[in-house]
């Protein structure tokens, strides 16, 4: 088995926000732009595993290797 920890999928596939924001929906980028004043630029619980796993913040997308 590897000591790999799993990626955070949530926020990247499954989150209608963020995954709404990301892709340029209006209403998802205002709601995930409230979200984020509120809970803090990281984002909640997934947002912040997605940022400390991939480095980017929740309303950004993951750089291309």
């Known amino acids: ?3 790999q920890k799993k990626a955070p999928v949530f926020c990247e596939n499954y989150c209608f926000i963020c995954k709404g924001a990301r892709a340029g929906n209006s209403l998802c980028r205002t709601l995930q732009n409230i ?3 509120i809970v ?3 984002g909640c ?3 912040k595993a997605r940022t400390k796993y991939y ?3 929740p309303d950004k997308p993951i750089p291309k290797k």
Request: net charge positive.
């Open 1 to 3: 088995m590897s000591d």
């Open 35 to 37: 979200e984020l004043k």
């Open 55 to 57: 480095g980017v913040t």
């Open 40 to 42: 803090g630029k990281k």
């Open 45 to 47: 619980i997934w947002g």
